[in-house]
């Protein structure tokens, strides 16, 4: 049996670094196709400190060249020694089918993160409604793991939809948080079911109708949503034809529309002046057009910078300008204090001159 040093959590330091490796120590099955990744610090006395609801991205050695792939963390930081992630292999899956079938405890990957503002700590209210389809559980999971544990008083109403009974992710503990936390309201509805399943909860797709049957006071909850598009338009037109007040809305999606790339309009007669970008450990330059990124630039010269979303999200392709002045219109994955110390997203960052970066 390993010697495990006991230590209380002031006497250990948070994992709190821009970039980190991960140490696999379990998977757990949680429905056909679904899995939770647990994972601890690789360092010794360390423990996680981030929000419930925030989300990691995991470079995945797939190939030649790894895939990075962002995930909600399931976990809770009320339990700081570990973290997880459950994620679902799609037929087409590329980065998750690769953790199903290579990921095991031992093994070590990158991780990026933790980012995010879909956190109830960020959107704080008296009453809340976890609105969610498939994997989009996952965040909701995580802040009703960390209120269960901080506050189990919370008023939460939980409305899950899955495709059946058997694809419901964490049935079992979300049933047994219904029984025994004194403010915790449960609904499941699924969309088919086989003749020899046993059903008493709602069937069909998601409306109006079903969210006041299984959250009556939803006008007075603050709501958080997270699932296919699909799925969350269905229910932003729900609520705000129910004359909710949309202000308490808030949905997770890492699929944001992609923004408008700049028009740059020259003075008459003058001609488009190409712009510079240095890349000062890979010994690079390259040369654009204004309205192209600092990743666009990195590409064209064969320079790698780690993106996942590539729109400003996630955080990923973050990296240190040295010089030059960029117009930045990112989706929260920067923080305001890595702006100042001179971060940038290489995805959503377009020169405004000539510019270097330490990559």
């Not at 109403?157 to 899955?162: E, G, M, N, Q, T």
């Not at 740059?264 to 192209?292: D, H, I, Q, R, Y």
């Not at 996630?314 to 971060?343: A, F, P, W």
Request: net charge negative.
């Amino acid at each position: 049996m390993a010697n495990i040093s006991y230590k209380h959590v002031d006497e250990m330091r948070p994992w709190s670094d821009r970039e980190h490796l991960l140490e696999c120590v379990a998977w757990t099955p949680e429905a056909p196709g679904v899995m939770t990744f647990t994972f601890k610090p690789d360092r010794p006395e360390h423990w996680f400190r981030y929000l419930p609801g925030q989300f990691v991205t995991l470079e995945l050695p797939v190939g030649p060249e790894p895939v990075l792939r962002t995930y909600t963390l399931s976990s809770s930081p009320s339990r700081p020694y570990t973290v997880a992630v459950t994620v679902k292999a799609q037929a087409d899956s590329i980065g998750t089918r690769w953790m199903f079938d290579n990921l095991k405890p031992g093994m070590k990957i990158k991780a990026f993160g933790p980012l995010g503002d879909f956190s109830y700590v960020k959107h704080p209210g008296e009453k809340y409604l976890f609105i969610s389809a498939g994997s989009g559980i996952t965040p909701m999971m995580s802040m009703t793991r960390d209120m269960a544990d901080r506050q189990p008083d919370s008023d939460i109403a939980f409305l899950h939809c899955a495709r059946t009974p058997d694809d419901i992710i964490f049935r079992w503990e979300l049933e047994y948080k219904a029984r025994y936390l004194p403010h915790f309201q449960l609904g499941f509805i699924v969309e088919d079911l086989q003749r020899s399943q046993l059903w008493t909860g709602l069937k069909g797709r998601i409306d109006k109708a079903k969210i006041a049957l299984l959250a009556p006071d939803f006008l007075e909850r603050t709501v958080f949503c997270c699932g296919p598009e699909p799925f969350m338009a269905t229910v932003r037109e729900s609520l705000a034809g129910a004359g909710f007040d949309m202000a308490r809305y808030h949905e997770e999606s890492f699929k944001p529309a992609a923004p408008d790339v700049p028009v740059f309009v020259n003075e008459e007669g003058a001609e488009a002046k190409p712009l510079k970008v240095s890349f000062s450990m890979a010994g690079k330059t390259a040369t654009c057009e204004p309205g192209f990124t600092v990743l666009q630039a990195a590409r064209s010269v064969g320079v790698r910078i780690g993106a996942a979303c590539e729109s400003g999200l996630c955080g990923t392709c973050k990296v240190m300008k040295l010089s030059g002045e960029v117009e930045m219109n990112h989706n929260g994955g920067i923080l305001d204090e890595e702006i100042e110390e001179g971060y940038i997203l290489a995805c959503c960052s377009r020169p405004k001159g000539d510019v270097e970066v330490e990559v």
